[in-house]
């Protein structure tokens, strides 16, 4: 009997106990065989409508042993996305190949299905999350700072806003997971207040995008698209950022993710003390300033939908603290700009080939200033002003893409209600609102595999303005033998925001009347690019020449008025034009580069002159980076050169005035390394190496409240920082729904 046991256990048993010994899977780097730790792996058994998620330990092996066929989805930074089905009783080895560097990063903004940048229409620059952790910038305006074609100005009161293409950050529409930021001074998002804490990538497409984003979209988007729920149990961050210069960050954040539902909140606080090249009292050069963030998400995934609800939360206090009042010097009159904006949003979408995505976000924004009559002798706090203006909008967006079989034709479809209000003492106590409803249609046709055509149109109803028919064309041929070429006419639609129709902006440092005159804008855009591209196992390189050209009628622009104070006028004509040459090469594993060079033309015209001179302004940008990956090592250094900058101002008498901001260069040096298995990563680094404080501003190119010439800040000097950024998780065991 004992034998004959034996034998029915040998016959029937054994294979089956051997066949659930497999060894697990394991993720390497199909390069070099060395394990790839902390990837993130989804496993879909063949016939099971289920999926487990697991992360790669340190030995790169993941806790799951194969017993059916089963589809593997790898993904991890820096490597190319694996997805295919391994079978039992093979090896289980998982090959990741490299990313030399990231021409194929996947981009959502204006895309039918999220897709290769490479694939994509638009030229889409994407900063992605390794860009993102070597440059430890906190928030967008330090991101941004090196990027071509991207120039910055500075404000005391409004903070940093930026141009793009040479046109001014009221024709950059600044989205968050497709939202527009509500909040404009002076026609600009603030972009300090933008923080980076939660960002997955960063996706700058450049031109009109009128026909997909409406109004507000004439020199492009800037699209900041945060992280999603990871396939984990549970995950925790917490993070801190310091710089010399008076800087002090904090964050943290967790998700969890418990079958259908996921919930993640992330949450800090920044601070920095103000600063003056030299000691001029309380008042200081850099207003002090204190921020306070908050983001909130949930997501339920059903098997044919998934729906996402998020909640965003920002408040901010600036302090303009006067100097010390004769003749006792023991009193001072100081501004307080108590800023909020909340956000709130609910997206619904479709699974499968022919997605449907619906957003609805309600918005709003709210700014206080306080003057107070400060006594240091008590200390008291005495407020003598008052004053608050309000914005809100409401935001409905749904969008149908299809794509017939064969891939040769897609189209995408949609709509988009767009409503604005304002209230307070700036607009005159009184409430106004404006509303834009528009319909829009692309088409995309690929005769060939290497020609990809898509046309589109948008037309819309606007409460106050004519809005016109909006159109687009988009070409794409290539890649052949490494070179691919884009083209597209796009024209664009600009209607008067309600603050250059109505804002009454009067302080110390500013005297700004909007004026319910205002003309729409109308633009025409141009855009070229011829790029080739050479990749080889170890290294690769692309280089690309752009050109561009935009031409706007009755372009909106602030104008003195003769006594000192400004308001808003229609330019008859505005023209920028531009090109630039760019090389991206790397040598894996050793180093990553990019090259950029170029310039940019502005010129300007009025009822009554002829002429249109364009005045160029130069740029170069570097970034070079040396890799040490045996040691996770990264020492990265960007540079860029702003070359001299023409401003033209309307004067009172109906004539141009040139003037110019001068040329300046700006380095930044950050060392990138990880520790304790990758779970903490430390950021330390030198930012504007050259010590650029403020720069020559010759008359004509005064700001609104910067007077007729002397001397504009652009940057506070030479300053060190340091990043500690802490990760753990905890990986996921139970089954997940797809």
Not at 10 to 19: Q, R, V, Y
Not at 77 to 86: E, H, K, R, S
Not at 126 to 131: F, K
Not at 209 to 227: D, H, P, T
Request: charged share 20%.
């Amino acid at each position: 009997m004992k034998i004959l046991f034996g034998l029915v256990f040998i016959c029937f048993w054994l294979p089956k106990l051997l066949s659930g010994q497999e060894m697990p899977v394991r993720v390497v780097d199909s390069r070099t065989g060395k394990p790839v730790a902390f990837a993130h792996v989804k496993a879909t058994e063949t016939g099971s409508k289920t999926a487990r998620y697991f992360v790669s330990d340190f030995d790169g092996f993941v806790k799951f042993t194969i017993v059916r066929p089963t589809v593997f989805q790898v993904t991890y930074v820096g490597f190319q996305a694996f997805n295919d089905t391994l079978f039992p009783e093979k090896a289980s080895v998982i090959n990741l190949l490299p990313e030399v560097f990231s021409l194929d990063e996947i981009v959502v903004t204006a895309q039918y299905n999220p897709g290769s940048a490479d694939r994509s229409l638009y030229r889409v620059n994407v900063i992605n999350q390794l860009q993102l952790r070597r440059s430890a910038a906190p928030d967008l305006t330090g991101l941004l700072r090196n990027q071509m074609n991207i120039r910055f100005s500075q404000d005391a009161s409004l903070g940093t806003g930026m141009s793009l293409q040479g046109l001014s950050g009221e024709h950059v529409k600044i989205l968050v997971d497709g939202v527009p930021v509500i909040g404009r001074l002076n026609g600009s998002i603030d972009l300090s207040q933008i923080n980076l804490s939660n960002a997955r990538q960063v996706e700058v497409i450049e031109g009109p995008m009128s026909v997909i984003y409406g109004s507000n979209a004439l020199a492009g988007v800037v699209n900041i698209i945060s992280n999603e729920i990871p396939g984990n149990s549970l995950t925790a961050n917490a993070g801190t950022y310091l710089e010399s210069v008076g800087i002090i960050n904090f964050d943290g954040g967790f998700s969890v993710r418990k079958g259908k539902n996921a919930f993640g909140l992330q949450a800090g606080r920044n601070f920095f003390s103000g600063y003056s090249p030299e000691d001029d009292g309380r008042a200081k050069l850099w207003k002090p300033r204190r921020q306070v963030n908050a983001d909130a998400n949930h997501s339920l995934s059903l098997s044919k939908i998934q729906v996402k609800t998020s909640f965003s939360y920002f408040d901010e206090l600036l302090l303009i603290r006067g100097n010390l009042l004769p003749p006792y010097f023991e009193r001072a009159f100081d501004n307080h700009f108590g800023t909020s904006r909340m956000t709130a949003k609910s997206d619904i979408s479709t699974k499968g080939a022919n997605p449907f995505t619906a957003s609805n976000s309600l918005s709003f924004y709210r700014r206080v200033r306080t003057l107070y009559y400060n006594d240091l002798t008590i200390p008291e706090k005495t407020p003598t002003e008052y004053d608050t203006t309000g914005f809100g909008s409401f935001l409905s967006r749904g969008m149908y893409s299809f794509r017939n079989e064969s891939g040769k034709f897609g189209s995408q479809f949609g709509y988009d209600v767009n409503s604005e209000w304002a209230t307070g003492d700036r607009i005159g106590n009184q409430s106004r609102d404006i509303t834009d409803i528009a319909g829009f249609a692309t088409f995309q046709y690929q005769p060939m595999e290497w020609l990809s055509l898509q046309p589109g149109f948008r037309y819309a109803y606007n409460s106050r303005f004519n809005s016109p028919l909006i159109y687009a064309m988009h070409a794409k041929a290539g890649p052949h033998k490494g070179v691919m070429f884009r083209a597209s006419y796009s024209s664009g639609f600009r209607a008067p925001s309600l603050k250059e129709l109505y804002l009454y902006f009067v302080d110390v440092n500013h005297d700004i009347t909007g004026n319910p005159d205002l003309k729409p804008e109308n633009s025409n855009n141009v855009q070229l690019q011829v790029a080739h591209r050479i990749e080889k196992i170890t290294y690769a390189t692309e280089t690309e020449v752009r050109f561009f050209m935009n031409n706007i009628e009755n372009q909106i622009t602030l104008a003195e008025t003769g006594d000192g104070s400004y308001t808003y006028f229609n330019l008859d004509q505005s023209r920028t034009m531009g090109y630039s040459m760019g090389i991206r090469s790397s040598l894996y594993p050793l180093f990553d580069l990019r090259l950029g060079w170029g310039s940019t033309g502005i010129a300007n015209r009025i009822e009554g002159n002829d002429g249109m001179k364009l005045f160029w302004s130069p740029e170069v940008t570097s970034e070079v980076t040396c890799r040490m990956d045996e040691i996770d090592l990264h020492i990265t250094a960007i540079y860029k050169y702003t070359g001299k900058t023409t401003r033209i101002r309307l004067l009172s008498d109906g004539n141009l005035a040139e003037g110019y901001m001068d040329s300046y260069h700006n380095l930044d040096l950050t060392v990138l390394k990880t520790f304790m298995n990758k779970r903490l990563a430390a950021n330390v680094g030198v930012r504007n190496l050259f010590d650029v404080t403020n720069i020559t501003s010759t008359a004509g190119s005064g700001g609104v409240h910067s007077g007729e010439g002397g001397n504009a800040p652009v940057a506070w000097g030479r300053t060190f920082f340091v990043k500690l950024s802490f990760n753990i998780s905890k990986n996921e065991t139970e089954n997940k729904v797809k």
